[in-house]
């Protein structure tokens, strides 16, 4: 070969190798990237609306109290600057709020343990609704403070102390999940990092071989023709 075709093709493969390097960059970026990714969406994003919903559910039940210190028998009725209305009012909008937490967090559920804890807790926000907060808020309304009492006993405290129970359990399985994944993207970033020291090192000793043999075969015939 001629000494122009060793040098370009020297510099071909310290180019191509470079070329890797830079290759393997991107490409570990773009796994840190969607790593970094997959945790807000599947835990960061979740553990919020969990939260949100399990402050509203918590709101309820005050709002539930609340409103029950308007009874007339009440030694706290005169001492409202607003009418039972507010209460009522707000337990709508909670639970409103509440629903589209949930389907906002649905939509980030995606295992099957995930699935079954989600469930468990959607049955016990159900049951929080339907039997407590519904015929508590309608006796609220028209004045049946003493029946509102037995239903906050009998129906709202038992649902909501089992909703909560699941919320925790959410919480839990959510904060244990991230840790898992935040090792996870740890490790793949490692991998990564070691390919490209790999790769770089690599083209290192690709560039010290290619320089050696030009200039070897540069230097040789002039040697031969000195000696």
Known sequence: LSLKTKMMAGFAVMLGALAVVALLGAWGMSQTNNEVT???????????????????MADNR????????????SAYAKSHDHGIELHLGAIDKNVAAISEHWES???????????KLAEALEQAKGRYVKEGLQPVRAALAEGRYADANDIRRQKVD?????????????????????????AEADASF??????????????????????????????????????
């Open 38 to 56: 997959k945790l807000y969406d599947r835990r960061v994003l979740p553990l919020q609306d969990i939260a949100i919903v399990g402050k509203l």
């Open 62 to 73: 005050t709002q539930v109290l609340a409103a029950m210190q308007h009874d007339p028998a």
């Open 105 to 115: 967090y649905r939509k980030h559920v995606h295992s099957s343990e995930h699935m």
């Open 158 to 182: 038992p649902a909501y102390a089992e909703a909560s129970k699941s919320i925790e359990n959410l919480l839990k399985y959510l904060t244990e999940a991230g840790v898992h994944q935040v």
């Open 190 to 227: 490692a991998n990564a990092r070691l390919l490209m020291i790999l790769a770089g090192l690599l083209a290192l000793v690709a560039g010290i071989v290619i320089a050696r043999a030009l200039v070897l075969s540069v230097t040789r015939p002039i040697d031969d023709v000195i000696n």
